[in-house]
Nanobody, 126 residues
Framework: VQLQASGGGLVQAGDSLRLSCAAS????????MGWFRQAPGKEREFVVA????????YYADSVKGRFTISSDNAKNTVYLQMNSLKPEDTAVYYC????????????????????WGQGTLVTVSS
């Protein structure tokens, strides 16, 4: 089972990026897929998650209105569209998959995620 995150890069404040998380090894159609990020010297932070079976989403307040998560079940891929990027969005972004999280209240708990990608670096310059 592998999660491959890609799409990071160096952008200026106000720019957009789209991250992708391609899953292989099994079908993740019933999983909750999440994005987390970790900035240098900081704790891992929840960004957004989507329940791939029902489509419900849950966003951290810091990214609401700027980031959008979507899922292409046919491609077994989840996307994170990031608009109006800010320097404080700079971090390594990780995608993750959770098998047994059904309550959106718990989407932000990284300990409940079973599989993790390798991370992709997003740097936003001011």
């Amino acid at each position: 089972v592998q999660l491959q995150a890609s799409g990071g890069g160096l952008v200026q404040a106000g720019d957009s990026l789209r991250l992708s998380c391609a899953a292989s090894g099994r079908t993740f159609s019933s999983y909750v897929m999440g994005w987390f990020r970790q900035a240098p010297g900081k704790e891992r932070e929840f960004v957004v998650a989507i329940n791939r079976s029902g489509g419900s989403t849950y966003y951290a307040d810091s990214v609401k209105g700027r980031f959008t998560i979507s899922s292409d079940n046919a491609k077994n891929t989840v996307y994170l569209q990031m608009n109006s990027l800010k320097p404080e969005d700079t971090a390594v972004y990780y995608c993750a998959a959770a098998r047994f999280v059904s309550d959106p209240y718990y989407y932000g708990d990284y300990k409940l995620y079973d599989f993790w990608g390798q991370g992709t670096l997003v740097t936003v310059s001011s």
